[in-house]
């Protein structure tokens, strides 16, 4: 099998990279990327996302680089499928874009006004219900993504809720609610029965409006406290192995207490 060349350097970068996925996928191109489909690429997809995500976090500019190209890898690449269907291609999906932002920045590009972002995000969603052909929505919950995960959907569908007036204006009646969901979890473990995952789902949703509230994302505030936990336990690993300590063997006393030596030798700004 003769081998491909690659692209021209002097070619465009977006246009380079076009094409080493169009010869990815051509006869004589990779065996793996001739196979995949757009419903092979979904998990991927997924988590390069999450990966862009971890970059921005870690600000680290190389790496955010790097994560944003295999972003946009995905997309060239779901293109570039569609295209040998005969569906649409590249240059298709960068239009569509392009005239939807404009269409619904009437603010921007007409001579409408918008005095703050609020009202930005109300005429956003009237513009939208109007290219669906739409005179109103027949809920304020259509169109919040079903493939969100489930901390990103409820923060989204209470927010939905809070702009329709549903939501507590203090913050003490949201702690009172978290507090009493969480009694609702005792109460079920007490008393048994098939209620304990609802209550538990209840307490996980009254979280998420503890941090709407708090205007804290929970994606990244529970995604923060695992990468902290997941960093102290490599550590208690570490310490466990220097001092020929089997960890599976030991008590969760004798466990916690290499966890708080672990805690204690990291500085107060890193807790």
């Known amino acids: ?4 060349s690659p692209p021209e350097k002097s070619l465009p970068p977006l246009e380079q990279l076009k094409s080493v996925v169009a010869m990815l ?11 995949q489909t757009h419903e092979s690429l979904r998990g991927g997809l997924l988590e390069e996302a999450y990966e862009v ?16 190209g295999d972003l946009l890898l995905q997309v060239v690449f779901h293109s570039q499928i569609a ?12 239009l569509a874009i392009t005239e939807k932002l404009v269409r619904r920045h009437p603010h921007v ?31 304020c919950l259509d169109g919040i993504a079903e493939g969100l995960t489930a901390l990103q959907r409820a923060a989204k569908v209470q927010k939905r809720a809070a702009e329709q007036g549903m939501d507590w204006k203090a913050l003490d009646p949201v702690l ?9 979890v005792e109460c079920s473990l007490k008393e048994g029965g098939m209620t304990l995952e609802e209550e538990l789902g209840d307490l996980l949703f009254s979280a998420v409006n503890l941090s709407r ?3 804290v994302d929970p994606e990244v505030a529970l995604r923060r406290a695992t990468e902290k936990f ?14 020929g300590i089997v960890m599976k063997d030991q008590t969760l006393e004798k466990l916690d207490e290499l966890w708080e030596e672990v805690k204690r030798s990291v500085p107060k700004s890193e807790d």
């Open 176 to 184: 009172e609610k978290v507090r009493e969901e969480l009694l609702e």
């Open 213 to 215: 509230k708090l205007r």
């Open 53 to 68: 995500v971890s970059a921005i976090e870690s600000k680290d500019d190389a790496n955010f680089k790097e994560e944003l």
């Open 25 to 35: 996928r051509s006869p004589n191109g990779c065996p793996w990327d001739q196979e």
């Open 230 to 243: 997941s960093s102290r336990f490599r550590s208690v690993e570490t310490l466990a192995v220097e001092r």
């Open 109 to 139: 590009f007409e001579k409408e006004t918008a005095r703050n972002s609020e009202e930005v995000l109300v005429r956003w969603e009237e513009i939208k219900r109007a290219e669906k052909g739409e005179t109103q929505a027949l809920s």
């Open 1 to 4: 099998m003769p081998s491909l």
């Open 83 to 94: 295209r040998e269907e005969g569906r649409f291609d590249l240059e298709g999906v960068a």
